[in-house]
């Protein structure tokens, strides 16, 4: 088996709901006001799938479906696919396969990572090795969450926060100086209990006392994890720049994950980059878990250069951080 194969980004594709829920429709339902959630995060709506039967393979096939068109490509060429979620349709099988599934991609071999908001970053490093080894040629790398199945709509402290979407690439080999150049992953359970979905795993499964205690919806301690996202996402993002010797002038734009608008800021201030090299989308779209990262390579794509200079950064539930460092191939 070769070894050292760089992978590069070939295509990129999305999915968003109709749906638009607003910061207003939201004052309806909880006690909160559009200045409120606009100032201490940045968000003026969010994507949110209503249709009844779809959910995360639904989407991230969608986003593939856009990348294989964009291409041109046959499903049957496709050797692999990674969905990052952690709003899985089930909690098996997985949701890759029933993705795999609905594109067609018969010849490959398909699997879920959790690893929430660092899911597409962790799973663009696992992505990238099966390229670099040798033994895949195509991997569609997808993240998908339909946050909306796990948000309590009468917690005003989380249900303002997500949104639904799916948005991924397509990794292939690169023939030139340009892919995926590095990666920094790092995690600790520590922060398990700040930020959880407590019930229908194997720990606690689904029963009338975790519907009741409300255990199947999203937990999480704003305060502490807000503090340790702002460190591990700037650290992180400096850590790969002097890893790989790059200087705030050698990074062309840092794609955050849109978790919070606060964060993207500090992480910027702390790479000493100007905001106008930062990918910002949150305010449309709210923090869509593991579909942020190429949400922004998505919505970014048509001013991004050959040979630009990327730097991805994200933190999420874990906890899990990491950042990536691509050099644009398109
Ligand atoms: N509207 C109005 N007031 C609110 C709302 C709301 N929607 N939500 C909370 N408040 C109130 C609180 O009750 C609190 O009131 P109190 O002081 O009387 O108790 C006050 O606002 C301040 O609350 P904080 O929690 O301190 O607000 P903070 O400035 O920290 O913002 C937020 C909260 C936005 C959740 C922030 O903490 C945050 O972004 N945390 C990190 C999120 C993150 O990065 N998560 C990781 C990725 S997610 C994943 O992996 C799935």
């Not at 607003?22 to 209503?50: F, Q």
């Not at 398990?192 to 999203?218: C, F, R, W």
């Not at 700037?234 to 790059?246: G, R, S």
Request: glycine share 8%; net charge negative.
């Amino acid at each position: 088996m070769s070894v050292n194969i760089k992978a590069k980004i070939s295509a990129v594709g999305h999915y968003l709901p109709e749906y638009v829920l607003t910061n207003k429709e939201l004052e309806a339902m909880v006690d909160t006001d559009d200045e409120w959630i606009r100032t201490r995060t940045g968000i003026s709506e969010r994507r949110i799938l209503k249709d009844p039967g779809k959910a995360s393979a639904y989407m991230a096939a969608e986003a593939a479906r856009e990348i294989l068109n964009e291409l041109d490509l046959d499903p049957k060429e496709i050797d692999a696919i990674i969905v990052a979620t952690v709003t899985p349709d089930y909690l098996f099988p997985a949701t890759a396969c029933l993705t795999q599934t609905m594109i067609g991609a018969t010849n490959a071999f398909s699997f879920d990572l959790s690893a929430a908001c660092s899911g597409f970053i962790y799973a663009l490093s696992t992505g990238s090795a099966m390229i670099s080894t040798g033994q895949c040629k195509k991997v569609l790398v997808i993240g998908s969450d339909k946050m909306s199945s796990i948000v309590d709509f009468t917690d005003r402290s989380t249900c303002i926060l997500f949104g639904d979407a799916a948005s991924g690439v397509l990794l292939e080999p690169s023939d030139d100086e340009t892919g995926i150049i590095d990666h920094i992953l790092h995690s600790s359970g520590e922060g398990a209990e700040a930020l959880i979905q407590k019930g229908g795993g194997s720990i606690n499964p689904a029963s009338h006392e975790t519907v009741d205690k409300k255990m199947h919806y999203i937990y999480q301690e704003g305060r502490p994890v807000f503090k340790r996202a702002t460190e591990g996402m700037a650290d992180v993002a400096v850590e790969i720049m002097k890893k790989n010797k790059l200087s705030a002038d050698d990074v062309d734009w840092l794609v955050p994950h849109q978790a919070n608008l606060r964060i993207i800021d500090a992480t910027a201030r702390r790479m000493d980059i100007t905001t106008e090299k930062v990918m910002i989308n949150i305010d449309k779209y709210g923090n869509t878990t593991a579909a942020t990262i190429p949400l922004c390579l998505y919505d970014w794509r048509g001013r991004l250069n050959k040979g630009d200079n990327l730097v991805l950064s994200a933190f999420g539930g874990g906890y899990t951080w990491g950042a990536t460092y691509v050099k644009w191939s398109l």
